[in-house]
């Protein structure tokens, strides 16, 4: 029997494992040379082979608000679909198949996945669903999320479906800075968000799993614009060369100080903080140049802030930081931001502070799952409560310790 093709004693479509691997074995073969606008045909021919119909391609916004249609032939394109209020938004964030019964079959959303990072989500409609189907579907969504990711690096084609509104030069670059906004293993898993989305300049982070140790920056370079932009791409081009240099957390610091006040000159600076994490046992290490304190969040709830010893920000030729460190249980949560969530205020008003940044922590934590859907909420719900606008940038990242291992993954069963 030709592969797609209907046998006549059933009627039903060929989703067996064989199947299976001929078809994601076709869009294996054409991938590594598919030009980016031939992505959508193939996929949706891909789709059909196996039943499918009405197959949509939902992108994450950069306000993180929305998941947008990508349009290309033989995909359907219709509006632009709520994260917070939505089938789609529930398998985006949560990262799980979203089986939606209809009167002419079942709508499927499925996440699409790269690292762990929630790309968007395939939706498409099947007139029944079996666990062959589900397997099939899911290997499918995760080889598309493979060739969205592989190909945006070097087309406009998905950035600008992703864009709401109008973007500055300098949150171009921000954006152009910063990994994946989520990333997922066993043993610990990380989300971070930027405030406001079109228009950051200053506030990055960046990391890095190397072996069992997690590195994490977060960084807030002085002004807002241009040239708080290009300050913090030196910090966090400074910051990765000296990680991949494989030196400690303090000579990393001295680094980029060297490299800002030596960029910019004595009057410029940028707040760090620079973290390591073992993913194996739990032992965080961290300096501080200036930077708010991290919360620890423990069963759901703020336990303390992580206060320590502060040195001078970046490019104020500060002594050396000494290293904090922490041991982490299996759940805990560490919470990072830049001075903009708290320090907004209306005029004549107080600043947002400390106290009620922990107050919504604690409720958040109660109500969403996993670190991107916490940080995604607590950023919006912070927003709102500052008034809906924001004057500085602000930004959180958040950091989940699970512990255990993932040796089990390079087991073929």
């Given at each position: 029997?030709?592969?797609?093709?209907?046998?006549?004693?059933?009627?039903?479509?060929?989703?067996?494992?064989?199947?299976?691997?001929?078809?994601?074995?076709?869009?294996?073969?054409?991938?590594?040379?598919?030009?980016?606008?031939?992505?959508?045909?193939?996929?949706?021919?891909?789709?059909?082979?196996?039943?499918?119909?009405?197959?949509?391609?939902?992108?994450?916004?950069?306000?993180?608000?929305?998941?947008?249609?990508?349009?290309?032939?033989?995909?359907?394109?219709?509006?632009?679909?709520?994260?917070s209020d939505s089938h789609a938004g529930v398998a985006f964030l949560y990262g799980a198949?979203?089986?939606?019964?209809?009167?002419?079959?079942?709508?499927?959303?499925?996440?699409?996945?790269?690292?762990?990072?929630?790309?968007?989500?395939?939706?498409?409609?099947?007139?029944?669903?079996?666990?062959?189907?589900?397997?099939?579907?899911?290997?499918?969504?995760?080889?598309?999320?493979?060739?969205?990711?592989?190909?945006?690096?070097?087309?406009?084609?998905?950035?600008?479906?992703?864009?709401?509104?109008?973007?500055?030069?300098?949150?171009?670059?921000?954006?152009?800075?910063?990994?994946?906004?989520?990333?997922?293993?066993?043993?610990?898993?990380?989300?971070?968000?930027?405030?406001?989305?079109?228009?950051?300049?200053?506030?990055?982070?960046?990391?890095?799993?190397?072996?069992?140790?997690?590195?994490?920056?977060?960084?807030?370079?002085?002004?807002?614009?241009?040239?708080?932009?290009?300050?913090?791409?030196?910090?966090?081009?400074?910051?990765?060369?000296?990680?991949?240099?494989?030196?400690?957390?303090?000579?990393?610091?001295?680094?980029?100080?060297?490299?800002?006040?030596?960029?910019?000159?004595?009057?410029?600076?940028?707040?760090?903080?620079?973290?390591?994490?073992?993913?194996?046992?739990?032992?965080?290490?961290?300096?501080?140049?200036?930077?708010?304190?991290?919360?620890?969040?423990?069963?759901?709830?703020?336990?303390?802030?992580?206060?320590?010893?502060?040195?001078?920000?970046?490019?104020?030729?500060?002594?050396?930081?000494?290293?904090?460190?922490?041991?982490?249980?299996?759940?805990?949560?560490?919470?990072?931001?830049?001075?903009?969530?708290?320090?907004?205020?209306?005029?004549?008003?107080?600043?947002?502070?400390?106290?009620?940044?922990?107050?919504?922590?604690?409720?958040?934590?109660?109500?969403?799952?996993?670190?991107?859907?916490?940080?995604?909420?607590?950023?919006?719900?912070?927003?709102?409560?500052?008034?809906?606008?924001?004057?500085?940038?602000?930004?959180?990242?958040?950091?989940?310790?699970?512990?255990?291992?993932?040796?089990?993954?390079?087991?073929?069963?």
């Open positions: 029997m030709a592969a797609g093709e209907r046998p006549a004693d059933t009627g039903a479509v060929d989703r067996s494992e064989g199947f299976g691997e001929r078809l994601l074995g076709v869009l294996l073969d054409r991938a590594h040379e598919m030009p980016p606008q031939l992505i959508a045909p193939l996929i949706a021919e891909e789709v059909a082979r196996v039943g499918g119909r009405n197959v949509s391609i939902l992108l994450q916004d950069y306000a993180q608000l929305l998941l947008v249609p990508l349009s290309g032939r033989g995909l359907t394109v219709g509006r632009p679909e709520l994260i198949p979203v089986e939606v019964p209809q009167d002419d079959g079942v709508r499927m959303y499925l996440p699409l996945l790269d690292g762990s990072d929630q790309v968007g989500v395939l939706a498409l409609t099947l007139d029944t669903v079996d666990d062959d189907d589900r397997r099939l579907l899911r290997r499918l969504a995760g080889l598309v999320a493979d060739m969205l990711v592989t190909k945006h690096s070097y087309t406009d084609q998905f950035f600008l479906a992703r864009r709401r509104e109008p973007m500055s030069l300098a949150a171009e670059i921000q954006w152009s800075l910063l990994p994946p906004l989520a990333m997922s293993v066993p043993q610990v898993a990380v989300a971070g968000i930027l405030e406001p989305a079109y228009s950051v300049a200053g506030d990055s982070f960046d990391y890095a799993l190397n072996e069992d140790i997690l590195h994490v920056a977060m960084v807030d370079a002085m002004g807002h614009g241009l040239d708080a932009a290009t300050m913090a791409t030196v910090a966090i081009g400074a910051y990765r060369h000296a990680r991949r240099a494989e030196i400690g957390l303090s000579e990393i610091y001295a680094f980029m100080d060297r490299a800002i006040a030596e960029q910019f000159g004595p009057d410029h600076f940028v707040t760090a903080q620079m973290m390591r994490l073992n993913i194996t046992t739990g032992h965080l290490q961290w300096v501080n140049a200036g930077h708010p304190a991290p919360l620890l969040i423990r069963n759901g709830q703020v336990v303390r802030q992580l206060e320590s010893p502060t040195t001078l920000p970046v490019g104020f030729g500060g002594e050396e930081p000494q290293i904090s460190e922490q041991m982490l249980q299996r759940g805990d949560r560490v919470l990072c931001f830049t001075d903009g969530l708290i320090e907004e205020h209306e005029a004549g008003e107080e600043q947002f502070g400390e106290e009620q940044l922990i107050h919504w922590v604690n409720r958040i934590e109660r109500t969403e799952k996993g670190v991107r859907a916490v940080v995604r909420s607590l950023s919006h719900t912070l927003k709102q409560e500052r008034g809906g606008s924001t004057s500085d940038d602000a930004t959180l990242f958040l950091i989940e310790w699970r512990g255990g291992a993932a040796d089990h993954l390079a087991v073929l069963e």
